[in-house]
């Protein structure tokens, strides 16, 4: 595990595969919603054990609505696999002592990795407003965590600013209290612009920040769910790509090859660029999470042995 307030190199695990050029894997998958989707779980996470992932995170409900099922899919995950998880923790909606007992049944139940984000209004509410008796925002979170156990620590960070910032100063201040409350690392919100990416991180390291910075990706499965998912985090999807998709919507197999395809293309533009650590949003595809990471590893192991 971390130590507190470390600014540990995510190295990879592997580097037969990709020569000098190294490069750190993750996955983001919700819990399962019913028993078949249970069952599916970890013959799904083992498919992408080869992969060495970093970790594998597990989301957590608008207002805590998954607390439970978060845990036992963590804890399972831990259990019964190779990669280590990471269980999501909000503080939306609930008061401190309440979300200081779900990061003791994390750590009780050998979770060590919190991602923590302050979270979503849960139902309708569209203006965020902090419990009474809670954490206000995710800064604050991060120090209760480090209070309470030794944990791993992650947090978000908006490439194109959080909706809800009032400027892209706001927002990086906000990163910055986040990480000298003791993060580890940030994982962005996915992106489908590099340059709004590297102008992001540029401005993050002029800010004295040097924490990890981790590239999240999202393979376009579903082009009106990303659609919908980029108005809501207000991440800019090009036209050019949203009619490709769109144009391919009654081919899936041709979608599905386009999405791998898009994903891997992307990670390899930024991975020539400089970046090494990527966070894949599976929407709990693995099959797809995986065709991914063969298609970006093969690529690599050519230029590393050229």
């Known amino acids: ?18 020569g000098k050029d190294r490069l750190t894997i993750s996955f983001e998958f919700f819990p399962p919603r019913d028993r078949a989707a249970e069952d599916r779980l970890l013959p799904n996470i083992r498919r992408l054990e080869g992969f060495h992932p970093r970790f594998v995170s597990v989301t957590y409900g608008a207002g805590g609505s998954t607390r439970e099922n978060t845990l036992s899919t963590a804890a399972r995950i831990g259990a019964e696999s190779v990669i280590p998880p990471a269980a999501h923790l909000t503080c939306i909606d609930a008061s401190r002592e309440e979300v200081d007992s779900v990061a003791r049944d994390y750590w009780n139940s050998g979770i060590r990795h919190i991602v923590a984000i302050r979270g979503d209004p849960p139902g309708r ?17 991060v120090s209760g965590l480090r209070r309470i156990a030794n944990f791993e620590i992650s947090v978000a960070a908006y490439p194109e600013v959080h909706p809800e910032a ?36 540029d401005h993050v390291r002029a800010a004295g920040i040097d924490a990890p910075i981790v590239a999240g990706i999202m393979p376009i499965t579903n082009i009106k769910r990303v659609q919908q998912f980029s108005r809501h985090c207000g991440v800019t999807l090009p036209a050019e790509l949203a009619a490709c998709f769109e144009r391919l919507q009654q081919d899936p ?54």
């Open 1 to 18: 595990m971390v130590p507190p307030n470390s600014r540990e190199d995510l190295s990879p695990l592997r580097t037969d595969s990709i």
């Open 166 to 201: 009032a400027s892209a100063a706001q927002d990086l201040t906000y990163l910055k209290r986040k990480l000298d409350a003791g993060a580890a690392r940030a994982i962005t919100q996915f992106f489908f612009n590099s340059d709004a990416f590297f102008r992001f991180v």
């Open 125 to 141: 509410a569209k203006d965020y407003e902090p419990h009474p008796h809670g954490y206000a925002y995710a800064a604050d979170l």
């Open 253 to 306: 197999a041709a979608s599905r090859r386009q999405a791998i395809a898009t994903a891997a293309e992307q990670c390899r533009r930024l991975h020539a660029q400089g970046q090494r650590a990527f966070h894949l949003y599976t929407m709990n595809d693995a099959g797809l999470a995986a065709a991914v990471c063969k298609q970006l590893y093969e690529p690599l192991q050519n230029q590393g042995d050229n």
